[in-house]
């Protein structure tokens, strides 16, 4: 039985004391040597530390003067309950604690022992020439108080390897948490160079396809007076790619789970939509009182780009129209992202969550990556998400993430 609480029940208390024989024939037994030790316990306390003190190790823990003439007298006292024969849960209780004060300063169970048996070398000598020539009468007393130091040894030993394990456990626990945590971290750096790579794929992409329509347009003779608009939007385009990569990879050196302004989130993400939507006339809706949640903020941005620009790429049909609304769900929050798109086929809308999974009708540039991109991040925020069709023409992507942080 482990030493806690309940080993300190009166069963527990039985069990330990018959094991080791001890009954209430050892109390007449252990009392006729307290007289003895009553005459000899300054000479045993002087003797057992001057024992400790030649040591170099049990020394180092006994520099202080006035502890030490206090630890005399503690341990007199400890011995005389060890002749009181009173084991009731106090005495367990005093007895256990013991092995928890050794293992805290770093005391082990050969130091332990070895103090023992200086209890054994020290007194068993004073009792026996107390008890003269009659060594016979004496061996029955000595037996007992044998027994009673295995019983204090045996509830020492049981402390100390509880608490030595306890504490590899915390030590353990806490390595796992620092793994995780590196875990997290590495993911999250990987996660964003991924998601850099995906939006500038998709960023170049359609920078090529204007590039290009313009130069079919230059070699066909059609010179359009806006041409150099068409130009200054290029620029703008690479300009404002540039800034996304750069605000992607300083975002990888922070983040974490912390409250998040959505209003901010929005901000951002409005930005980002003019490069996305650029000379097409696609209108992003945002609602008017955006709430605050908990989560990352790196990551939730990232959630809301890949979605809105997912649903830019789809749209064939103008004017376009992308809504986000949102509405609590107990303790999370699910917003939606609604498009007036073709829609998404019922042959993958199961699997649309799946890395490479695109539609029939998937816009060129695309790697079928970043819907993966996005459940990953949901899910890492403790969210959830998922697509349903939209009666009539569009898909309503939604997730969840939570409205408060994490109880503990």
Same mark, same amino acid.
């Given at each position: 039985?482990?030493?806690?609480?309940?080993?300190?029940?009166?069963?527990?208390?039985?069990?330990?004391?018959?094991?080791?024989?001890?009954?209430?024939?050892?109390?007449?037994?252990?009392?006729?040597?307290?007289?003895?030790?009553?005459?000899?316990?300054?000479?045993?306390?002087?003797?057992?530390?001057?024992?400790?003190?030649?040591?170099?190790?049990?020394?180092?823990?006994?520099?202080?003067?006035?502890?030490?003439?206090?630890?005399?007298?503690?341990?007199?006292?400890?011995?005389?309950?060890?002749?009181?024969?009173?084991?009731?849960?106090?005495?367990?209780?005093?007895?256990?604690?013991?092995?928890?004060?050794?293992?805290?300063?770093?005391?082990?169970?050969?130091?332990?022992?070895?103090?023992?048996?200086?209890?054994?070398?020290?007194?068993?000598?004073?009792?026996?020439?107390?008890?003269?020539?009659?060594?016979?009468?004496?061996?029955?007393?000595?037996?007992?108080?044998?027994?009673?130091?295995?019983?204090?040894?045996?509830?020492?030993?049981?402390?100390?390897?509880?608490?030595?394990?306890?504490?590899?456990?915390?030590?353990?626990?806490?390595?796992?948490?620092?793994?995780?945590?590196?875990?997290?971290?590495?993911?999250?750096?990987?996660?964003?160079?991924?998601?850099?790579?995906?939006?500038?794929?998709?960023?170049?992409?359609?920078?090529?396809?204007?590039?290009?329509?313009?130069?079919?347009?230059?070699?066909?003779?059609?010179?359009?007076?806006?041409?150099?608009?068409?130009?200054?939007?290029?620029?703008?385009?690479?300009?404002?790619?540039?800034?996304?990569?750069?605000?992607?990879?300083?975002?990888?050196?922070?983040?974490?789970?912390?409250?998040?302004?959505?209003?901010?989130?929005?901000?951002?993400?409005?930005?980002?939509?003019?490069?996305?939507?650029? /000379?097409? +006339?696609?209108?992003?809706?945002? #609602? =008017?009182? &955006? *709430?605050? @949640?908990?989560?990352?903020?790196?990551?939730?941005?990232?959630?809301?780009?890949?979605?809105?620009?997912?649903?830019?790429?789809?749209?064939?049909?103008?004017?376009?129209?992308?809504?986000?609304?949102?509405?609590?769900?107990?303790?999370?929050?699910?917003?939606?992202?609604?498009?007036?798109?073709?829609?998404?086929?019922?042959?993958?809308?199961?699997?649309?969550?799946?890395?490479?999974?695109?539609?029939?009708?998937?816009?060129?540039?695309?790697?079928?990556?970043?819907?993966?991109?996005?459940?990953?991040?949901?899910?890492?925020?403790?969210?959830?998400?998922?697509?349903?069709?939209?009666?009539?023409? /569009?898909? +309503?992507?939604?997730?969840?993430? #939570? =409205?408060? &942080? *994490?109880? @503990?």
């Amino acid at each position: 039985m482990g030493p806690d609480r309940e080993g300190l029940s009166a069963e527990h208390r039985r069990e330990r004391q018959a094991f080791l024989g001890i009954d209430v024939s050892d109390l007449p037994l252990l009392a006729a040597l307290k007289p003895i030790f009553a005459r000899h316990a300054e000479t045993f306390a002087e003797r057992f530390y001057q024992h400790l003190l030649a040591d170099p190790h049990t020394s180092q823990l006994l520099q202080d003067r006035e502890q030490l003439a206090r630890l005399k007298k503690i341990q007199i006292e400890y011995f005389v309950e060890l002749l009181n024969g009173t084991f009731d849960e106090d005495y367990f209780a005093a007895r256990l604690r013991v092995g928890n004060s050794h293992q805290r300063v770093g005391l082990e169970p050969q130091w332990y022992l070895g103090a023992y048996n200086q209890y054994i070398q020290i007194t068993f000598p004073l009792f026996a020439q107390a008890f003269g020539d009659n060594l016979a009468e004496a061996m029955p007393s000595l037996l007992s108080l044998v027994k009673v130091i295995f019983l204090d040894i045996g509830l020492a030993l049981d402390t100390y390897y509880l608490a030595s394990t306890r504490q590899l456990r915390q030590r353990n626990d806490e390595l796992e948490h620092a793994l995780d945590l590196y875990g997290r971290v590495h993911r999250r750096e990987e996660e964003i160079r991924r998601l850099a790579n995906h939006e500038i794929r998709g960023g170049l992409a359609a920078i090529i396809t204007s590039l290009e329509d313009l130069i079919d347009r230059l070699e066909a003779g059609i010179f359009p007076g806006d041409i150099k608009v068409d130009l200054r939007q290029v620029r703008e385009r690479c300009w404002g790619l540039t800034s996304l990569l750069k605000e992607m990879l300083a975002a990888a050196a922070q983040g974490g789970p912390a409250w998040v302004d959505i209003g901010t989130v929005f901000a951002q993400l409005q930005t980002r939509f003019s490069l996305y939507a650029a /000379g097409r +006339r696609i209108r992003l809706q945002l #609602p =008017a009182r &955006p *709430p605050k @949640v908990w989560a990352d903020p790196t990551q939730l941005r990232e959630i809301f780009a890949n979605l809105v620009s997912n649903s830019v790429r789809y749209i064939e049909t103008e004017p376009g129209l992308i809504e986000i609304t949102w509405q609590a769900d107990g303790k999370m929050i699910r917003f939606e992202v609604q498009d007036n798109g073709p829609g998404i086929p019922a042959s993958i809308l199961e699997r649309l969550f799946q890395p490479f999974v695109r539609g029939p009708n998937s816009p060129t540039g695309g790697t079928g990556l970043g819907l993966y991109f996005v459940r990953s991040m949901v899910e890492q925020n403790g969210g959830q998400i998922g697509v349903e069709p939209v009666a009539g023409r /569009g898909a +309503r992507f939604w997730f969840t993430v #939570p =409205a408060e &942080p *994490p109880t @503990v």
